[in-house]
């Protein structure tokens, strides 16, 4: 520990005595500093003894040295040692009064006493105290780094917690608690989350200090990883700052997780390879290949229910909407890889693309945490859009995430279910969405989708001869059409609709084969004649 008044008093060579404030002397000493100015306030900086001979004092002076003590205390002077025998044979009462009455402890240093000895004996003992804390650093770096090798992550945490007399907490990429020590910290590590989130929010690498809940404790935390983005955060909370000691271990932990952050990131990319190259053979038809390549990786993933996530953002160089980062694809792989890993579920990130054309491939297990996880995600994003944006065909922004999820798939069936996901992907940016999923389509109805720019301009290319017949006055084909395609070819029905005689129904129809070189017996003409009519009319 650093030296303390005390320590300096029970200091055999010195000879100190405590004339004043002996309440105080517990109190760490920062350094000895000898000054005879009548103001040495502005040269200190806290926790220093003032070594002093009243040379230019005027220490018989009552009033005097009661504001010179409450200037020193101000500053926060931690002692006053009184050279007795130079220019006073004794500490004059008003100084002793002063320093009594403001519990300023005061030393009386004796004439054989020289103020560079207390000097030395104080550097002495700071450098003392530096030395041991510099050689427990290295004791639990050598700790923390055996823990880290034989038990990972969590045995590293226990090992820092041990040697900060407090607790420790690891938090993964979207600022989930993944292991805390001792166990009992759990609950106090999910409180913080929310300052957590904050941290991630900086430019890495980062730091914060934050009070527990209702002063429980102190919680430092720290920003993991090399790159700008934060890969994970550790908190280290103690009931006081630390020490000298303590600090070294917890940027030996920092180092140590780190390293531990980067390596898994070179095992991620290895394993993305392969991830790769699994997804390609699902997706050739050859489930057994893929399941040889992937051997455990993927744990049983390739032979149970899954469903296929197609993601991209239409501008990967700028942020979704509640992505600060810029990342909105790389925000939602680590949504899903974070909701997989927490519910033990394996899952399978495939990023395909760079720049404007990158999007994500992820086959993820029917039901699980993942899938749930990516439908959260989108909804907020929905929400966060809907709160600025109304939401309207015509497509997304180029700054937002778009997603098609599959219905469930088997790994014989991961192409068709790769395509279904496609088609949700792309129905989600033709109407302004940010998720569709395939089940949602085959369960509702297709006229939503003649919205489309391209299928209204087919729709009138192929009525347009129509509607300039009608223009001149001389029939009503549109409405004639539209009656006859609504009874199914039913005479009778479409004339009564229109309230003409069923033989000037046929007439008209004729007349609509003869302008438009169609047949109306040919069911593909009836389609998409239909679907023109209703393209036409939902403007």
């Not at 996530?309 to 160089?317: D, L, P, T, Y």
């Not at 491939?361 to 994003?381: I, R, T």
């Amino acid at each position: 520990m650093p030296p303390t008044l005390s320590s300096l008093v029970h200091h055999s060579a010195l000879k100190l005595t405590v004339r004043a404030g002996e309440d105080r002397l517990d109190v760490p000493v920062r350094w000895a500093h000898a000054s005879e100015l009548t103001d040495p306030v502005p040269y200190m900086e806290g926790g220093e003894l003032l070594l002093i001979t009243a040379l230019k004092l005027d220490a018989e002076n009552p009033e005097a040295m009661r504001r010179y003590v409450r200037r020193l205390v101000g500053a926060g002077v931690v002692g006053l040692g009184f050279a007795v025998g130079v220019n006073y044979e004794d500490i004059p009462k008003a100084l002793l009064d002063a320093a009594t009455q403001e519990d300023l402890p005061l030393l009386a240093v004796p004439r054989r006493t020289p103020f560079l000895a207390i000097s030395k004996a104080v550097s002495a003992a700071i450098a003392a105290d530096q030395y041991r804390a510099v050689t427990a650093g290295f004791a639990a770096q050598r700790e923390l780094t055996k823990q880290a090798l034989t038990d990972g992550p969590e045995g590293l945490l226990a090992a820092l917690a041990a040697q900060v007399d407090g607790w420790a907490a690891l938090y993964d990429a979207s600022g989930a608690v993944v292991a805390t020590a001792p166990e009992w910290a759990g609950r106090r590590a999910a409180r913080i989350t929310a300052d957590v989130e904050r941290l991630r929010e900086r430019p890495a690498p980062a730091s914060s200090v934050v009070g527990g809940p209702e002063n429980e404790d102190r919680v430092e935390l720290h920003t993991l990883g090399t790159g700008r983005r934060p890969r994970a955060a550790l908190a280290v909370g103690t009931a006081a700052a630390l020490g000298t000691a303590e600090r070294y271990a917890v940027h030996s932990a920092i180092a140590l997780l780190t390293l531990t952050t980067e390596r898994s990131r070179s095992l991620q990319a290895a394993e993305q390879r392969i991830g790769t190259a699994v997804l390609r053979m699902l997706l050739a038809g050859e489930p057994d290949h893929a399941r040889t390549v992937a051997g455990n990786l993927y744990g049983d993933l390739l032979d149970m229910p899954f469903r296929v996530i197609v993601a991209e953002a239409a501008s990967a160089g700028r942020a979704a909407v509640s992505d600060t980062h810029g990342d909105p694809l790389g925000a939602l792989t680590e949504i899903v890889e974070s909701a997989a890993a927490r519910a033990g579920e394996a899952v399978l990130v495939v990023p395909e693309g760079e720049g404007e054309t990158a999007r994500l491939v992820v086959l993820a297990a029917d039901g699980g945490a993942a899938v749930s996880a990516c439908a959260e995600y989108a909804a907020v994003l929905g929400a966060a859009r809907a709160g600025g944006v109304p939401e309207q065909p015509g497509g997304l922004d180029e700054d937002e995430l778009v997603v098609g999820l599959s219905a469930p798939a088997g790994p014989i069936a991961a192409a068709a279910a790769y395509k279904q996901a496609e088609q949700a992907l792309s129905v989600a940016r033709r109407r302004g969405r940010v998720f569709v999923e395939h089940e949602q389509l085959a369960a509702g109805s297709v006229l939503p989708l003649l919205a489309d720019d391209a299928v209204k301009a087919f729709a009138d290319g192929l009525l347009r001869a129509l509607r300039e017949h009608d223009a001149t006055g001389r029939g009503d084909l549109v409405a004639s059409l539209r009656a006859w395609l609504s009874r199914h070819g039913q005479w009778d029905a479409a004339a009564a609709d229109l309230g003409v005689h069923r033989h000037t129904l046929r007439y008209r129809m004729r007349r609509v084969e003869e302008i438009l070189g169609r047949s109306l017996d040919d069911a593909d003409v009836r389609m998409e004649l239909w679907l023109a009519l209703k393209a036409t009319s939902a403007e």
